[in-house]
């Protein structure tokens, strides 16, 4: 049995690109879900995480 791969296997190399109006469409609809997700709130358990990592940069530096 011959166990060779072929062409249409799903690699990159044999993807066709992306003519311009696909590519722009793509890139908006991507933009749109990263702002909504840039709009939400830093949860509070990060926010604390990241006081304490900069109190503790600050002790580190004073002493």
Request: no cysteine.
């Amino acid at each position: 049995m011959n166990s060779t791969k072929s062409e249409g296997s799903g690699g990159a190399a044999s993807q066709r690109p992306l003519d311009d109006l696909s590519s722009s469409q793509i890139g908006k609809r991507l933009k749109s879900m990263y702002d909504e997700v840039a709009q939400e709130p830093v949860p509070d358990k990060f926010m604390d995480l990241l006081a304490s990592l900069e109190r503790a940069e600050k002790d580190r530096s004073n002493g």
